[in-house]
């Protein structure tokens, strides 16, 4: 299995990423049941059911990171995280990071593993980007509902995560087994 490629200031997270892993910690103590799992007294087709509206905001940030729209970006981000992290932490992360990396966009890849959020309504989308050249680059976006309205709470880019991901093999790809 190959390295996961890591962008040259992947080991220092921006003050958004910071203070979204900080919250989402709160929210996240784990890494989010199945989505074939649900919450304690929730029916598990509830949120399952619920599951393209959330990947809908994925996708939909994703173009328009693609698209250069960082005002679009910051709408689609959730409230709580940047009144806490300030304008310019949000501005700077999403220049540096998120357009950065979504730049050579080419369009997302097939291989798409999801997960719960543990104790936010919502959902992990552990995905790919295809750049131009054609390769292939893993990200992960937590999409949850805030305040009635899904919402990102954190990117991370260039981070391929074990077990969660897809990896590509050259038989194809092997995904997790969340069962």
């Known amino acids: 299995m190959s390295k996961s490629p890591t962008s040259p200031n992947a080991s220092a997270l921006p003050a958004l990423a910071c203070a979204a892993m900080a919250i989402l910690m709160a929210w996240l103590p784990g890494a989010g049941p199945a989505v074939g799992q649900a919450r304690q007294g929730e ?9 393209a509206s959330f990947r809908a905001v994925a996708v939909a940030f994703v173009t328009a990171a693609a698209a250069g729209n960082q005002h679009k970006l910051v709408d689609m981000l959730s409230r709580t995280i940047v009144a806490q992290t300030g304008a310019e932490a949000v501005e700077r992360f999403l220049t540096e990071e998120v357009l950065a990396f979504f730049a050579p966009y080419k369009e997302l890849a097939r291989s798409v593993s ?16 295809v750049s131009a050249k054609d390769e292939l680059h893993p990200f992960v976006i937590y999409v949850i ?5 899904n919402v990102v709470a954190n990117v991370l880019v260039d981070r391929l995560v074990e077990g969660r991901h897809c990896i590509k093999l050259a038989t194809g790809w092997r995904c997790p087994d969340f069962g």
Request: proline share 3%.
């Open 114 to 129: 999801v997960t719960r959020t543990a104790d936010a309504r919502g959902f992990v989308f552990y995905m790919y980007m």
């Open 43 to 51: 029916p598990n087709f509830a949120i399952a059911t619920e599951e």
């Open 145 to 149: 509902e805030e305040g009635g309205t």
